[in-house]
C-alpha cells in the first residue's frame, strides 16, 4: 500500500542546507518521491511512497525537535504520481514574494490570522452573518472547487497577491470577518498575516486547510467540487459523489479533468470534458481558434 503526506511547519531554521541534505538522504533512503522546500523560516513538503517507508519518514523527521509538534496529511496516492524528489532551499516555502515581512518563532508565523478547526468555522457561521470566505489558492485551483459564495481573487501566482490586496475592492471587506482557506493551510498562513498588516481588522484560517475540512464534512460541508492538488493527479474529490463545478473550455458541461493542450508549443493546462476529450478536442481555445483560422 502507497499514500501521499502533505505536512509544513513555520519554525526557524538555524542551517537551511544542512536540514535540506539531512532530508534529501533520508527520502532517498527510504524511496519516496515528491517536492521539499525548506528556508529560514520552516519546512513544506508533499511526498509518495509504501506506507511502511512514509511512516519512517514521518518518524524520523518528527525526532527533529523543531518539526516534533508537525502535523502530517495523508492522502491516496502513491510514488508514481510525482515525476522524481527535489529537495530544494527557498527564501520562502511558499512564494508570496514577501521574506521581508515574515516573521517566525517556535509556534509558528506572528501575527497571522487565526486558526478555526472545521467545526469552529461552522460555529462562527451562525454566530454571524457577515461572514466572506477568502480563496488564498489562484483562480486556475479554484475553477474546479471552493468554497460556497467565496471571493476568487483575481490572481494567476501566489506572488501575485502581495500586489491584489492593495486592490480598492476589497475595502469594503476589512471590517468583516474574513476566513482564509488554501489547500492544505500553509498559504493562508502568510496570506493571513499579510492581509492583517494591511488592515484588515478580523482574519481567520481554516487549519489544516481545504484538506481537513474536506476529511471532517465531505459533501455535507460548505465545499463544492474537487480539490487541485500539485501532483500527476491534478484534481482529487472528498467524496464519489461531489458534483464538478469546472466547465469545459469546449462546451457547456461540467468536469474536473484536466489536460495539457495538445500543441507542444502552448501546453496550456485546461479543463476538458470526458467527451469533448474523446473525440478529440484537445487544443485550447486559442489554439483551437488558430487551426480553424487556418
Not at 517536492?35 to 511526498?47: A, F, Q, V
Not at 501575527?111 to 480563496?135: I, M, N
Not at 487541485?228 to 474529490?237: E, H, I, P, W
Request: proline letters at 3%; a positive charge; hydrophobic letters at 35%.
Amino acid at each position: 500500500m502507497q499514500k501521499i503526506i502533505l505536512y509544513y511547519k513555520f519554525v526557524p531554521i538555524e542551517d537551511p542546507e544542512a536540514v535540506r541534505l539531512w532530508q534529501r538522504v533520508l527520502c532517498e533512503k527510504l524511496n519516496l518521491k515528491g517536492r521539499i522546500l525548506i528556508s529560514e523560516h520552516g519546512i513544506n513538503g508533499t511526498l509518495g511512497g509504501d506506507l511502511k517507508e512514509i511512516k519512517s519518514y514521518v518518524k524520523e523527521t518528527k525526532s527533529f525537535k523543531p518539526f516534533k509538534s508537525m502535523t502530517f496529511k495523508w492522502s491516496d496516492g502513491s510514488r508514481e504520481d510525482f515525476p522524481k524528489l527535489v529537495v530544494k532551499v527557498r527564501p520562502e516555502i511558499v512564494t508570496f514574494g514577501a521574506a521581508d515581512e515574515i516573521c517566525v518563532n517556535e509556534q509558528g508565523i506572528i501575527g497571522g490570522g487565526k486558526k478555526l478547526k472545521p467545526a469552529e468555522v461552522h460555529k462562527l457561521l451562525k454566530e454571524r452573518d457577515d461572514v466572506v470566505f477568502f480563496d488564498g489558492r489562484n483562480k486556475h485551483e479554484a475553477a474546479v472547487g471552493k468554497f460556497k459564495n467565496a471571493i476568487v481573487p483575481d490572481v494567476k501566482h501566489t506572488r501575485d497577491f502581495k500586489n491584489e490586496l492593495e486592490k480598492p475592492e476589497y475595502e469594503t471587506l476589512k471590517d468583516k470577518p474574513i476566513v482564509t482557506y488554501c489547500t492544505g493551510g500553509i498559504r493562508c498562513e502568510v496570506l493571513s498575516a499579510l492581509m492583517k498588516s494591511r488592515g484588515f481588522k478580523e482574519v481567520y484560517q481554516i487549519d489544516g486547510g481545504i484538506v481537513k475540512y474536506g476529511e471532517a464534512y465531505g459533501n455535507d460541508g460548505l465545499w463544492e467540487g474537487s480539490l487541485y492538488v500539485f501532483d500527476n493527479r491534478l484534481t482529487t474529490k472528498f467524496t464519489d459523489e461531489a458534483e464538478d463545478i469546472g466547465m469545459c473550455v469546449h462546451c457547456p458541461n461540467k468536469t474536473s479533468l484536466y489536460a495539457n493542450c495538445a500543441d507542444r508549443k502552448c501546453n496550456r493546462l485546461m479543463l476538458v470534458c470526458e467527451q469533448c476529450s474523446e473525440n478529440g478536442n484537445v487544443l485550447c481555445n486559442n489554439q483551437h481558434a488558430a487551426s480553424l483560422a487556418n
